[in-house]
């Protein structure tokens, strides 16, 4: 029988015993259940050796956990094959490597929107400045939400230069999430890539990249479970063979000469150097506790969570929501400005006194932040599965409690 959201605290080292403090900072990183550890434990302890290069029984230990591994992301995300899946250090990485895997031409168009995490907007930008290529900011809707209709007129302008949309499939500004299906097929209309994000989408609702028929897809894992400094890119197979690798080097080559060389396939082309075995091993687990999830009840938990900690804030002096008030378009993430209060100070405090984590600051996304003026940034907190409704009620009440102090 599958267990309650409310049965699976206990995996969690961190949410069990007495005074366990509530964690809402799951958007930067989720916590991690007793299988991803003790798997990071069972690598150094029992085989902690290399894969895919010698042939002794660790070797062979460590190789066949990562071609299990790399067999669970790709069904967990419904790619048609393993080697689509490349394993990298974070999203980051997956974003960099795309960016800088496709060639370019001086002109060519990229669009991305308005609020980007620096991981889907430093590259582009990267490419602008040494490359020449013409990124432009797709402008959202006053309340934040996806302005399509522009988005449609921004692709017709850029006409045959479009090359690649670039959008995260969920927001870590917000929790708001973006047409992705429907973006894709203009994007295709016109020629052009559709690169997603799924930093914030895939550890929270189910994606499936064959659904979305997108082209690219970044994952994080350490916020899908897995371990820290861990990562995925998929693509489709064609364009990975196209795709210039970020990382040449040791295991991305068939054979090399003083002066030639032969490319890998995908995932190795792209998996320069000996790689993170136990993250890799680790995200296996994590993989494998996730597929035990309804990933849709996932959603709507986090919704249900989200919508009493909005309840109880909104409308307390000085606090905005950084998007629509209903929950239901944020999924696990509320983002509060605390216009007259400092944000850091208030993350501070809520930990210290009340024994709540949040975010505060920019979130990576000081574009948005800085073309607003909002300089001290903003408070998030974002949700997890293992989070309860009675937390979002504890939460509440400290805030108020801080806020009647502090505004
Ligand atoms: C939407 C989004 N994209 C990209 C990233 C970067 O992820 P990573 O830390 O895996 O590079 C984050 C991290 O917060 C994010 O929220």
Not at 10 to 24: K, Q, S
Not at 199 to 220: K, N, T, Y
Not at 337 to 342: A, E, F, H, V
Not at 346 to 372: N, Q
């Amino acid at each position: 029988m599958s267990r309650s959201f409310d049965e699976r605290r206990v995996d969690f080292p961190t949410l069990r015993g007495e005074d366990v403090p509530i964690y809402f900072d799951n958007a930067c990183m989720t916590l991690k259940p007793d299988s991803v550890i003790q798997s990071i434990q069972d690598y150094y302890t029992q085989h902690p050796s290399c894969g895919g290069r010698s042939v002794h029984r660790y070797a062979m230990a460590v190789t066949r956990k990562v071609v299990a591994a790399r067999a669970k992301m790709a069904s967990f995300i419904n790619a048609t094959e393993p080697a689509e899946v490349v394993f990298t250090k974070n999203a980051t990485h997956s974003l960099n490597q795309i960016a800088k895997g496709l060639s370019w031409q001086k002109g060519d168009i990229v669009l991305t929107s308005d609020r980007e995490h620096n991981s889907n907007l430093v590259p582009w930008l990267q490419l602008e400045q040494e490359v020449g290529i013409d990124h432009r900011v797709i402008p959202s809707m006053s309340d934040n939400t996806f302005d399509f209709e522009t988005y449609e007129a921004m692709c017709a302008e850029a006409g045959s230069a479009l090359k690649v949309v670039s959008l995260p499939q969920v927001g870590n500004l917000d929790g708001i999430e973006y047409p992705i299906g429907d973006a894709c097929k203009v994007a295709h209309d016109h020629d052009a890539l559709m690169v997603v994000d799924a930093a914030q989408s895939a550890p929270h609702m189910p994606v499936d990249v064959q659904a979305l028929d997108v082209d690219f897809i970044a994952f994080s894992l350490h916020k899908m479970l897995g371990p820290s400094g861990m990562g995925a890119l998929w693509g489709r197979q064609e364009l990975l063979d196209d795709l210039r690798t970020i990382s040449a080097g040791g295991d991305t080559v068939n054979w090399s000469g003083y002066s030639d060389l032969e490319w890998s396939r995908a995932p190795h082309k792209f998996e320069g150097g000996l790689g993170n075995y136990a993250g890799i091993i680790g995200t296996g687990a994590a993989i494998d506790y996730l597929s035990e999830l309804d990933m849709n009840a996932v959603h709507e938990r986090e919704i249900k969570i989200n919508q009493i900690v909005t309840d109880g804030v909104k409308d307390l002096s000085g606090i905005e929501i950084i998007g629509p008030t209903s929950a239901s378009q944020r999924g696990g993430i509320c983002s509060m400005l605390t216009n007259g209060q400092d944000a850091h100070d208030l993350a501070v405090i809520l930990d210290e006194a009340g024994g709540c984590m949040v975010r505060s600051g920019m979130h990576c996304v000081h574009s948005w932040f800085r073309d607003r003026g909002h300089l001290d940034g903003s408070l998030r907190a974002s949700f997890y599965f293992y989070n309860t409704e009675q937390e979002a009620k504890t939460f509440v009440d400290t805030f108020q409690e801080i806020h009647n102090a502090m505004f």
